[in-house]
């Protein structure tokens, strides 16, 4: 099983382009999510989604969109980035809703934002 | 609204020393699950544990042990002996039943000196 599978490992943007950040499980998990680790800051929630065609935001949404058109695919958009959005990116997956479940992360995408 | 806090930023112990890491939570409901991840320096995001509101038992695996008190809103996390490897940051999360987000706290960097 690869379990989550996040692309690309590292990026590096200017600022002002778009780019997706794309995440991949296996494991038919409904609930996945993307979180930012920024540093002193922790993990914070930007997207998530519990099943195909349902998204919501978390705590940091602003400047991100996402879609859930199929269940194993969560892509992560950035229209317009900024240097604000310099971070590492992880994508998870869990069999059921919120806490029901484990988190599976990916290994996660370094982004810097130029 | 969900709220987790680990106040140690950052602590340092001499090999084989216990350490204690600490954990309070803030949730209006009365379910709710909790846990803890592990990031070594590698980078990626390991799970250790996770525990419902209704399950107040300590629990012990290896040299870990966890002790969740519902009276102080507190989920520690005691390493017994602890080993250089266990150097990594450590994660306390929370979600409860209002929606479906896993919500971190900052983290704690614990260094393990040989």
């Known amino acids: 099983n690869a379990g989550v599978t996040q692309t690309p490992k590292f990026q590096v943007l200017k600022t002002g382009q778009s780019m997706t950040l794309q995440c991949a499980q296996d494991m038919n998990h409904e609930y996945m999510s993307w979180y930012r680790q920024d540093p002193g800051m922790g993990l914070r929630l930007i997207h998530y989604?519990?099943?195909?065609?349902?998204?919501d935001q978390g705590e940091v949404p602003n400047g991100y969109n996402v879609s859930r058109s199929t269940t194993e695919d969560f892509p992560l958009r950035l229209l317009s980035a900024a240097p604000s959005q310099t971070s590492v990116y992880f994508c998870a997956s869990s069999y059921s809703r919120g806490g029901f479940g484990e988190a599976f992360f990916g290994q996660g995408t370094r982004l810097t934002v130029v | 609204a969900q709220k987790v806090t680990q106040a140690q930023t950052e602590i340092s112990v001499v090999e084989k020393e216990d350490v204690t890491l600490d954990c309070v939570y803030e949730?209006?409901?009365?379910?709710?699950?909790l846990f803890w991840y592990k990031q070594p320096p590698s980078g990626e995001l390991v799970f250790l544990i996770r525990r419902n509101s209704f399950d107040e038992q300590n629990e012990i695996s290896g040299r870990y042990s966890w002790n969740f008190q519902k009276s102080t809103s507190s989920f520690n996390f005691t390493i017994t002996a602890s080993q250089v490897v266990d150097s990594a940051v450590y994660f306390c999360a929370l979600s409860d039943s209002t929606d479906d987000k896993i919500i971190f706290g900052k983290g704690t960097r614990l260094h393990i000196l040989p």
């Open positions: 989604s519990v099943g195909a065609g349902i998204t």
């Open positions: 949730t209006r409901d009365t379910t709710y699950y």
